[in-house]
Nanobody, 122 residues
Framework: VQLQAFGGGLVQAGGSLRLSCAAS????????MGWFREAPGKEREFLGA????????NYPGSVKGQFTISRENSKNTVYLRMRSLKLEDTAVYYC????????????????WGQGTEVTVSS
């Protein structure tokens, strides 16, 4: 199984960015796909997840309305759309896959991508 996250980079505060995560080696539609991030000196933070069929999404209150997760099962790809980015959104962003059921806990995800770095500048 391989998850490859990409699309990170340098963006100005207030801007938008879309991250992608391409999956291979798994029955993609059987997996909830989650996004997490790790900022320097902080614990890994759950950003949201999307069900295997794409019909359900869950977000923590901290990013609701700012981040949107979607997926294209035909392309084995999940997306994280981020808008109104702030300096504190600077982090390494990870995608992860969890079989069948939803969870916000990183410990319950089966597979992880390598991370893509997002830097928000003033």
């Amino acid at each position: 199984v391989q998850l490859q996250a990409f699309g990170g980079g340098l963006v100005q505060a207030g801007g938008s960015l879309r991250l992608s995560c391409a999956a291979s080696g798994l029955a993609f539609s059987d997996y909830y796909m989650g996004w997490f991030r790790e900022a320097p000196g902080k614990e890994r933070e759950f950003l949201g997840a999307i069900s295997g069929n794409g019909r359900r999404t869950n977000y923590p209150g901290s990013v609701k309305g700012q981040f949107t997760i979607s997926r294209e099962n035909s392309k084995n790809t999940v997306y994280l759309r981020m808008r109104s980015l702030k300096l504190e959104d600077t982090a390494v962003y990870y995608c992860a896959a969890k079989a069948y059921t939803y969870s916000p806990s990183d410990r319950e995800y089966n597979y992880w991508g390598q991370g893509t770095e997002v830097t928000v500048s003033s």
